[in-house]
């Protein structure tokens, strides 16, 4: 070692041996601001000259500094939090020299001082930062870290803003485990609704207020906010702090502050019940927000579909198929329960429908699987206008699908049957409705009829798909359709006429397969459309079907050489 470095080496490892010792730092290291210059400087020394030696010499006064840090953290009024990411990057990268688990001190951080300070902006950036540069490190050698403490990095931007969404970004694809694939898929969509519990939190401190980034680093973190987070590793409940007028407003309160402090979390507990039994919670959630919404809680209704489209692209690439099937049924939960925002909503529920659509693109048989939840939520079709979306889609998928493939003969059956069963009540239902004075409602009745005519119409097409894949439920269908096509003086016309023409296409088997059956898929029966070859060819064999047998000259006024070209 240089001259000029070996006696930097010693000043610096003097401060540091004295910063351990000296009784006005014993409480709080952080106050003293050169610790961190000299932490630094003896990691860069070791670095540059790459000795075994040199490290063992300075492990003991960092490793003693970042405990006393830590043992300082509740009654610390500054921010230590660069000074540990400083201490924890010497910890990881001579773990193996010094026989030290980086492991057990990066959680430590993560639990005393980041649950504490990820309201300080520098310390979230320099955190996420460190987990960046580190993260083929930690992805290889530490895998079941970041899934764990998700919840806390979501913290981090839902406070922070959308400054740091880059980073997170980086970091997302570490964050999906197998145990923490369901439940980082709420905790995203529910992002704008932790920022409004964080915020409600600091109102009611006096501590966070203000609706930018706002960094608390040179105060106590809120007393309320630290007991919910206490509370939450405890699994004890909020304790009532103020009168309610009435059973109903206690009922309301509990059901939002069960949610909050679900939301608050710092680790994955695994995937747990967001609270949204409640039919009021939009209510609530909506009151909670005020008519004024903040600048964070606009930027998480921005972040949490950019999120939520990098998670599903990661899953669709690298998640397997058990963790995918046991999504969708969450997914069809959630597509209704979101915190009200109009746009908010739009965009999560595109995303929602998109995924599961290419879910069952990629594996069919997910239909049959899940036959009892699609059926569930088919059923609530006429709920609301989420639910009325969500069950065309599914209707879309039983069809598109075959109800599961040609393989799947009992499951597309029961599916069958259900869709059978749902048109025969809507049968009856429309059949009643003729019965009733419609004219105090007009508006009213022409909107809803029109939502049951494009469900219908729907329904009726997934009908006919899955009789054109399994051919044993043709004369079921016919049954089925023809009823409906004679219920042109009950249904919309739309519907019937629907049904009217697949009626006429299963008279001609070729033409219905080629139109009904599977877009894609080795159906090689004589006289049916191969349409993945239509753009090589240019004679097909459809306008034999389309003349009919009439005789004379073909209608059209070309000739085969000016298709095929002359040779």
């Known amino acids: 070692m240089a001259k000029a470095m070996e006696g930097e080496w010693m000043f610096h490892l003097r401060l540091l041996s004295q910063s351990t010792r000296d009784s006005t730092y014993v409480n709080d290291p952080a106050n003293d ?142 964050m999906m485990s197998p145990t923490s694939f369901l439940p980082l898929f709420p905790a995203l969509i529910d992002l704008p609704t932790l920022v409004l519990a964080l915020e409600r939190l600091g109102q009611g401190s006096g501590s966070l207020v203000g609706n930018n980034a706002a960094s608390v680093q040179k105060s106590q973190t809120p007393e309320n906010l630290l007991q919910l987070m206490d509370e939450a590793y405890t699994g004890s409940t909020i304790v009532d702090r103020g009168g309610d007028s009435g059973d109903e407003n206690i009922g309301s309160r509990d059901d939002v502050e069960a949610l909050f402090l679900d939301l608050l979390k710092d680790e994955n507990d695994g995937l747990t019940e967001r609270h949204w039994t409640s039919p009021h919670m939009a209510a609530l959630l909506q009151a909670a927000m005020g008519s004024t919404q903040s600048e964070r809680i606009k930027q998480a209704f921005k972040m949490a579909p950019r999120l939520l489209e990098v998670y599903f692209r990661i899953a669709l690439r690298d998640v397997n198929d058990s963790l995918i099937c046991a999504l969708i049924p969450i997914i069809m939960a959630r597509n209704s329960t979101l915190i009200p925002d109009k746009t908010f909503s739009f965009e999560i529920q595109k995303r929602l429908l998109e995924f599961m659509l290419s879910a069952f693109q990629r594996s069919p048989h997910f239909i049959a699987l899940l036959k009892k939840p699609i059926m569930d939520r088919i059923g609530e079709a006429y709920d609301s206008p989420a639910k009325t979306e969500l069950a065309l889609q599914l209707c879309w998928a039983i069809g598109e699908h075959g109800g599961g493939g040609i393989s799947h003969k009992d499951a597309a059956r029961e599916l069958f049957e259900s869709l059978e069963l749902l048109l025969y009540e809507n049968l009856s239902s429309s059949r009643l409705a003729l019965n009733h004075d419609i004219a105090s409602n007009y508006e009213g009745v022409i909107l809803k009829k029109s939502g049951q005519a494009r469900f219908l119409c729907f329904v009726v097409t997934a009908i006919a798909k899955l009789a054109t894949y399994h051919r044993e439920l043709i004369p079921r269908a016919r049954v089925c359709l023809a009823k409906v096509a004679r219920s042109r003086y009950v249904l919309d016309k739309t519907v019937w006429m629907h049904a009217r023409d697949y009626l006429g296409l299963m008279n001609e088997p070729a033409i219905c397969l080629s139109i009904l059956g599977p877009s894609s898929g080795s159906h090689h029966c004589p006289a049916t459309v191969r349409w993945s070859e239509g753009g090589t060819k240019a004679v097909a064999h459809i306008p034999f079907y389309l003349l009919g047998e009439k005789d004379g000259p073909p209608f059209h006024d070309y000739s085969l050489s000016d298709i095929v070209g002359k040779t």
């Open 33 to 174: 601001v050169t610790l961190i210059q000299s932490v630094n400087k003896l990691y860069e020394i070791c670095k540059a000259e790459n000795s075994e030696d040199l490290v063992a010499r300075i492990y003991p006064q960092i490793n003693k500094l970042f405990q006393r840090c830590i043992a300082s953290m509740p009654n610390s009024r500054s921010s230590a939090g660069l000074l540990l990411l400083a201490i924890l990057q010497f910890f990881l990268d001579y773990g193996e020299t010094t026989l030290h688990d980086a492991d057990a001190s990066i959680r430590t951080f993560f639990r005393s001082c980041l649950s504490r300070q990820f309201t300080d902006s520098l310390v979230a950036a320099a955190t996420l930062n460190f987990l960046n540069r580190n993260k083929t490190k930690l992805f290889s050698v530490f895998p079941s870290l970041l899934p764990e403490y998700f919840p806390l990095f979501l913290k981090l931007i839902a406070w922070n803003g959308g400054t740091l969404e880059k980073t997170f970004l980086k970091l997302l694809p570490g």
